[in-house]
């Protein structure tokens, strides 16, 4: 039926999150507001968006120094913080255009 096109091997590929912010250890979480990319943590670091485990609810954190702030501005330290699992660090937060009905 013909040859195949000499063009096909100039076809990119679709971006995605995976293809932009992924590396082999990184997984990809949906949130309300679009997606986070977490990565294994080796060491916290102040500063850093965490994904932890508290109480049975997964929620995200800002580790400053010895304590946990969460997105509503709860402060989790001492014993509290002892009882809760770190599950990664957020690399990336990726915001969902589709959040609003406002076109981009």
Same mark, same amino acid.
């Given at each position: ?26 997984? @990809?979480? *949906? ?13 916290? &670091?102040? %500063?850093? #968006? ?18 946990? @702030?969460? *997105? ?13 699992? &770190?599950? %990664?660090? #957020? ?14």
């Amino acid at each position: 039926m013909g040859f195949p096109s000499p063009a096909t091997g100039y076809i990119e590929q679709r971006l995605t999150p995976a293809n932009i912010c992924m590396t082999p250890d990184s997984r @990809i979480l *949906e949130t309300s507001s679009g997606f986070a990319v977490i990565e294994p943590v080796t060491r916290l &670091v102040k %500063g850093q #968006v965490l994904l932890i485990l508290s109480c049975g609810q997964t929620q995200f954190a800002r580790f400053l120094g010895k304590a946990l @702030i969460t *997105e509503d501005g709860e402060a989790i330290e001492g014993v509290a913080a002892e009882e809760v699992e &770190v599950l %990664g660090r #957020v690399t990336f937060f990726i915001n969902s255009t589709d959040a609003d009905d406002l076109p981009v």
